[in-house]
């Protein structure tokens, strides 16, 4: 067992989602004091069936990062903010862009603030996304490619990663951001493709009914769920992560007509349509997309563990054991 995080308290926003659950979890049997945060609004993916197998071990809090007082309270004497929450759905920051830059933007300030004000000595890890790169000018992605998000979502998300940062620089609140990129695994949601269309092509293809692929010529990588937490992790123990940014990134690069084809194999069955972007789709796609993770593996020590096969395999079954607790 990892002792770093033995009785130390973690804080961690948006902890009944996926990636929160899954590190509060690793974080349980490290020995960690731990504290979620959630609003369990329905469309941004809470679910209490995620911690269901440690829920008598970890403190709840059905709070809204928005809520600056409830933040201010459980902010304080916390050693680690993982900061996850945020507003993931691409499509809805089009449509209600101004919930999208509460919860990704001001919310975000607000948390800093709160820090600043009341726990100098917190050491947080922000989880930002490859999204705020838009259509990328080469490949593989590295940290040093312009910023060019092409959706509402992308934008805030940038703002939110670069408030970290400046708060590190500026204030000494230790702070660092990962990018992250097509996170996948148990417990992610599958409902719909809010949070990525993977969830959807796992709870369409378990149902036995056909799932759509568009442009599968489009290249991606993928990062196992239990890899990201293994990044998480690291980054918030590691000084020199400080006021830096990383990508994260998977053991391959795929396309996603191999990627359907090979989610059908592991499933043993299962048909999917070809077909093109929709309109409103097609305007803020990034096309091709896949990730330098060099700086991180050089820096860190990290590089993803789990290969593309193995984690479809887990991730299938999982969800057919758990499939009605996420629909």
């Known amino acids: 067992m990892d002792i770093t995080y033995q009785d130390k308290r973690v804080l961690i926003t948006g902890g009944l989602g996926f990636i929160g659950s899954n590190l509060a979890a690793r974080l349980v049997g490290f020995g960690a ?15 209490l069936f995620n911690i269901s197998d440690i829920k008598d071990k970890i403190t709840v809090s059905i709070s809204d990062v928005r809520d600056e007082h409830s933040m201010r309270s459980l902010m304080q004497g916390q050693d680690y903010l993982f900061n996850l929450a945020g507003q993931t759905s691409h499509i809805d920051s ?45 490949l593989p992605v590295d940290e040093k490619h312009l910023l060019r998000p092409t959706d509402v979502n992308g934008i805030n998300k940038m703002a939110g990663e670069w408030y970290h940062i400046l708060y590190n620089n500026v204030y000494g609140i230790r702070a660092c951001a990962l990018r992250l990129t097509n996170t996948y695994g148990p417990r992610m949601r599958i409902k719909d493709a809010r949070q990525t269309f993977l969830g959807i092509w796992v709870k369409l293809i378990l149902e036995a009914k056909p799932f759509e692929v568009w442009d599968g010529a489009q290249l991606r990588d993928f990062t196992y769920i239990d890899d990201a937490v293994d990044a998480l992790l690291l980054a918030a123990t590691k000084e020199t992560a400080n006021g830096r940014v990383f990508n994260l990134g998977g053991c ?76």
């Open 33 to 47: 004091r731990v504290t979620v945060i959630d609003s369990l609004i329905p469309e941004y993916g809470g679910n």
């Open 94 to 138: 089009m449509q209600d862009p101004e919930t999208d830059m509460e919860i990704n933007c001001h919310a975000q300030l607000a948390i800093l603030e709160s820090c600043r004000k009341y726990n100098p000595g917190i050491k947080i890890v922000f989880a930002s996304t490859r999204q705020i790169y838009g259509k990328p000018d080469y």
């Open 252 to 327: 391959e690069v795929i396309s996603l007509l191999d990627l359907a084809n090979r989610l059908v194999a592991a499933n043993a069955g299962g048909t999917f349509q070809e077909r093109e972007f929709p309109a409103e789709r097609k305007r803020i796609d990034i096309g091709n997309y896949y990730a330098d993770y060099r700086l991180i593996q050089t820096e860190l020590g990290w590089t993803p563990q789990v290969n593309l096969q193995k984690g479809l395999d887990a991730t299938l079954d999982y969800y057919r054991t758990n499939l009605q607790k996420y629909l």
